[in-house]
């Protein structure tokens, strides 16, 4: 259990370079400039269109993994570490002849 413990706190403690940000961002940028000139002849007016289909999805993915890069926060897509602690203890505590808290529950469709 330490070692786990020891994992997820390097995980934590390890912050994401900002030079590889910093590298998709730009990459991004530079694919979705460059990208109607290769859908021109194919798509025709309609490039407009799909050049924005392929920037949402680019940034959109972009701001994924920023959310990610931050597993055990406060935010609404990280780890609800309090909810899988109390899974631990209901599972653990009768053993110990005492009785089982109850289950952790969402706060305004938030798990913590």
């Not at 290769?38 to 993994?65: C, K, R």
Request: with cysteine; glycine share 8%; hydrophobic share 50%.
């Amino acid at each position: 259990m330490a070692l786990a413990q020891a994992g997820c706190e390097r995980i934590a403690n390890t912050p994401l370079p900002f030079v590889y940000s910093l590298l998709v961002f730009r990459t991004s940028v530079v694919y979705c400039l460059l990208s109607p000139l290769g859908l021109i002849d194919a798509a025709g007016w309609l490039t407009p269109v799909f050049t924005a289909i392929i920037a949402y999805v680019f940034f959109g993915l972009s701001e994924v993994t920023e959310e990610l890069e931050h597993p055990f926060g406060d935010t609404g897509n990280s780890l609800p570490l309090d909810a899988m602690c109390r899974a631990v203890e209901i599972a653990l505590v009768p053993r110990l002849g005492l009785p089982a808290p109850e289950p952790m529950k969402p706060i305004g469709d938030l798990l913590t």
